[in-house]
T-cell receptor, first 113, second 115 residues
């Protein structure tokens, strides 16, 4: 079946450090891939997405590239800020009538000043 | 554009009691989802509606959970009787159906505590 595996946290970084959160997926066909973020006390919100192989999603300084050959969608940011502290979820979806999201377990990121 | 609305935001009940959560999706979104998010885990799909029909309810514990989406707009999720393990945040989400890429828009969630 379809599934998403992401690195376990928590991840603790100092401000301005480089961030990588690994995500790999198992799926048939060509799903769309997403990173959702959940800030403390807030609801889930889309951070970035990629809909086909080799696409790069980007937002707020975060990037992730859809790698079909390695079935991966790793999240990166060159210089994290305290305000990036949140839980990050990798997810996949086929859209349309099969559009439900399948989530990873989430990775908690804490950024210290 | 108004987002996905959910209520109540918080609910505390005792086990074996019942509870209902309400969701109003983004206007024009044909597909509505209910997810359960247990503390420390990723959200898990409970049920998916397309307009007012059920597309997927394979992970809904049907002996205690029920959901409906009358007139293809807002939806209600009910738990009766509640168990301790039902303590979670219940997330409602919606999406466009045709031509979409699978992006879901989430409400802020309803946090349930079962004592």
């Amino acid at each position: 079946g379809n599934s998403v595996t992401q690195m376990e946290g928590p991840v603790t970084l100092s401000e301005e450090a480089f961030l990588t959160i690994n995500c790999t997926y198992t799926a048939t066909g060509y799903p769309s891939l997403f990173w959702y973020v959940q800030y403390p006390g807030e609801g889930l919100q889309l951070l970035l997405k990629a809909t086909k192989a080799d696409d790069k999603g980007s937002n707020k300084g975060f990037e992730a590239t859809y790698r079909k050959e390695t079935t991966s969608f790793h999240l990166e940011k060159g210089s994290v800020q305290v305000s990036d502290s949140a839980v990050y979820f990798c997810a996949l979806s086929y859209g349309g009538s099969q559009g439900n999201l399948i989530f990873g377990k989430g990775t908690k990121l804490s950024v210290k000043p | 554009e108004a987002g996905v609305a959910q209520s109540p935001r918080y609910k505390i009940i005792e086990k074996r009691q019942s509870v209902a959560f309400w969701c109003n999706p983004i206007s024009g979104h044909a597909t509505l989802y209910w997810y359960q998010q247990i503390l420390g885990q990723g959200p898990k799909l409970l049920i998916q509606f397309q307009n007012n029909g059920v597309v997927d309810d394979s992970q809904l514990p049907k002996d205690r959970f029920s959901a409906e989406r009358l007139k293809g707009v807002d939806s209600t999720l009910k738990i009766q009787p509640a168990k301790l393990e039902d303590s979670a945040v219940y997330l409602c989400a919606s999406s466009v159906l045709r031509g979409d890429t699978g992006e879901l828009f989430f409400g802020e969630g309803s946090r349930l505590t079962v004592l």
